[in-house]
């Protein structure tokens, strides 16, 4: 697995959080406690802005800059 790809349950937390279901309705459904959902929040923001950073630097290489230049 990539440092940048979210777990299957950090995916299926952000995707309820961000439909605006609640950290406590959220370990509910999920089956954890609320701390073990912000920690899954937490650890998937992480990779959401390690993979946010590789976009941009992508985006200002210019061509052939993003894949190493032939190294």
């Keep these: 697995m990539s440092?940048?790809?979210l777990s299957p349950?950090?995916?299926r937390i952000v995707l309820l959080v961000a439909q605006?279901?609640?950290v406590e309705e959220v370990a509910a459904e999920v089956g954890v406690a609320a701390r073990t959902v912000?920690?899954?929040l937490?650890?998937?923001s992480r990779k959401l802005e390690?993979?946010?950073t590789l976009?941009?630097?992508i985006q200002q290489a210019g061509p052939g800059?993003?894949?190493g230049g032939g190294r």
């Design 3 to 5: 440092i940048t790809e």
């Design 42 to 44: 937490a650890r998937a």
């Design 65 to 67: 800059e993003a894949t």
């Design 20 to 22: 605006g279901v609640s």
């Design 9 to 11: 349950i950090e995916e």
């Design 38 to 40: 912000d920690w899954h």
């Design 55 to 57: 976009h941009r630097r």
């Design 50 to 52: 390690r993979m946010a």
